[in-house]
Structure formats: C-alpha cells, structure tokens
C-alpha cells in the first residue's frame, strides 16, 4: 500500500501489479510468513514508495526507517524503530522474532543490524534530497503485506520512511501493533497519520473485533467512521481467516493490489 504521490500513477499500478503477482508466486510456493518478507523487502527495494530506498528525511536532514512484522499464528510482533543505512529495515525486524528482546530502537537498531551482518547501505535518492532541500513535508507515506496462507496462517507486514521533515527520532504507527497487527482471525496494515493511527488503535481493534465476531469489512468500516468523528484521516488493508479482502480509508489516494488466487487487481483508492 502507498499513500500519497499521485503524479506517477501509471508507475504505481505497474509496480504494484507486479509486485503483488511476485508475492502470491511466493505465498503458493513456501507461507504467509515469508511471502510478506519477500513482498516488504521488493517495496522497499523500489525508489517509487517511502520505504528502504526511497525513503523520505527527517528535519536533521538524516533517514530514519522504520518496519514491523507480525506472525499471527505465534503472535508474536517484532519491529525496529528509526534505523539508519540499512537496505531493508523489515529483514532487521525479522530477525528479531526469535529474540527475547522483539522491538529495538535509534542507535541501537542500526548496531543491532550490523551486528547480524547486515551490510553499511544509504537508502537516499536524488528526489527525496531536493525534497529535503526545498523543504517539502508530508503526513504520510507506508507500504504494507498483508496475506493468508493455505495452512490459515496470518502475516503482516510494514515499513515505512517517515514523514519527511519530521523531528528527528519521531516514532510512526508502523512499528507497533496500531499500524501493523495479525492474530488469527486477521491480518491488518495501516497507512495514514502515523500519531491518529496510534490513537486510534486501529490494526489491533480492528483485529479484535473480527475475534469476536464481527466481520471483516464491518470491524474496518467502524474504525474508520469513528477515526472520522474525531477527524483522524488514515486508510487500512486487511485479510480474514476466512480469505476476506477488504480495504477501506478516509484520508487521500492509497495505492493497493490483491491477488485472491483467481483475481488480481490493482486500485487507486
């Protein structure tokens, strides 16, 4: 998923298209788990999305990634926070689900990185530097993985570049359980206000709902009417134990494809 940069529409939906066609290959050939990792790490890989290269800078002029992963079979949640200078930030976040120590921050992360041998990488391109020089802010900007395998097992996956122009060390929704959250009733990927998605609770109410027993599309419909009331803008991708795909938003375009295993589309939304 992707919000935000409409002037390259057509490169968007190629991307996507592709990219999704890639993925479901890899879900029907190994699981949930790994297809989101693969499908992640090829987001990140494309300087069109805000995510590994590509990635937007903060006010210090500095990249800061950020990526969650979360596996709800073993629900188990693993994330790192504002990392610097490594190619894929959601492979660092992957790492960590074995560890007893599943989320890890600034600094840290990055040494964290090195230490596991993930190699020096510079994430920046020449759009986001003038971007960074003229002083161009957003308010968002995520890719996220949601999918089911054929043993039932949930997988979510996000990351994300910030916000450009943020305060150095600002913390999105995408490395915690509001933006980024599978249990095994459903899986769910937020984009939008990273602070209004936070507030919300969005990816794990939403989740919890579905558990006890509402649907999928009628658990992400409320979250999104009562993120409204408050004026909260943010938009979610989401998938249900029972193979139920649903998107829903009220903030600007998102970008997103589904493959159910017959139908492939891609959308601006």
């Given at each position: 998923?992707?919000?935000?940069?409409?002037?390259?529409?057509?490169?968007?939906?190629?991307?996507?298209?592709?990219?999704?066609?890639?993925?479901?290959?890899?879900?029907?050939?190994?699981?949930?788990?790994?297809?989101?990792?693969?499908?992640?790490?090829?987001?990140?890989?494309?300087?069109?999305?805000?995510?590994?290269?590509?990635?937007?800078?903060?006010?210090?002029?500095?990249?800061?990634?950020?990526?969650?992963?979360?596996?709800?079979?073993?629900?188990?949640?693993?994330?790192?926070?504002?990392?610097?200078?490594?190619?894929?930030?959601?492979?660092?976040?992957?790492?960590?689900?074995?560890?007893?120590?599943?989320?890890?921050?600034?600094?840290?992360?990055?040494?964290?990185?090195?230490?596991?041998?993930?190699?020096?990488?510079?994430?920046?391109?020449?759009?986001?530097?003038?971007?960074?020089?003229?002083?161009?802010?957003?308010?968002?900007?995520?890719?996220?993985?949601?999918?089911?395998?054929?043993?039932?097992?949930?997988?979510?996956?996000?990351?994300?570049?910030?916000?450009?122009?943020?305060?150095?060390?600002?913390?999105?929704?995408?490395?915690?359980?509001?933006?980024?959250?599978?249990?095994?009733?459903?899986?769910?990927?937020?984009?939008?206000?990273?602070?209004?998605?936070?507030?919300?609770?969005?990816?794990?109410?939403?989740?919890?709902?579905?558990?006890?027993?509402?649907?999928?599309?009628?658990?992400?419909?409320?979250?999104?009417?009562?993120?409204?009331?408050?004026?909260?803008?943010?938009?979610?991708?989401?998938?249900?134990?029972?193979?139920?795909?649903?998107?829903n938003k009220n903030t600007d375009s998102i970008f997103y494809a589904?493959?159910?295993?017959?139908?492939?589309?891609?959308?601006?939304?």
């Open positions: 998923i992707l919000e935000g940069d409409v002037s390259k529409k057509k490169d968007l939906q190629i991307a996507l298209n592709d990219i999704c066609k890639s993925t479901y290959k890899k879900l029907l050939n190994s699981d949930s788990y790994s297809a989101v990792l693969y499908g992640v790490c090829l987001l990140e890989n494309n300087p069109l999305f805000n995510a590994g290269t590509g990635s937007k800078l903060q006010k210090d002029g500095r990249i800061r990634m950020s990526a969650g992963i979360m596996n709800g079979d073993k629900n188990i949640f693993s994330g790192v926070i504002n990392i610097q200078n490594v190619k894929n930030p959601i492979l660092v976040a992957d790492r960590l689900q074995t560890e007893k120590h599943t989320i890890v921050s600034g600094d840290k992360a990055t040494q964290l990185a090195r230490d596991l041998g993930f190699q020096q990488y510079n994430p920046l391109i020449q759009k986001r530097w003038e971007e960074h020089l003229k002083k161009i802010k957003g308010n968002t900007g995520t890719v996220g993985v949601v999918a089911l395998d054929k043993n039932g097992v949930i997988v979510t996956g996000t990351s994300t570049g910030g916000i450009g122009g943020e305060i150095p060390g600002r913390v999105s929704d995408s490395p915690t359980v509001a933006g980024n959250y599978a249990s095994k009733f459903a899986g769910i990927s937020a984009t939008g206000i990273g602070e209004q998605i936070v507030n919300s609770g969005a990816a794990v109410k939403i989740a919890t709902r579905v558990e006890d027993g509402m649907i999928l599309k009628d658990a992400v419909d409320k979250c999104i009417t009562d993120a409204s009331k408050l004026n909260y803008e943010f938009g979610v991708i989401s998938i249900s134990h029972k193979g139920d795909i649903y998107v589904w493959h159910d295993g017959e139908n492939i589309d891609v959308f601006n939304y």
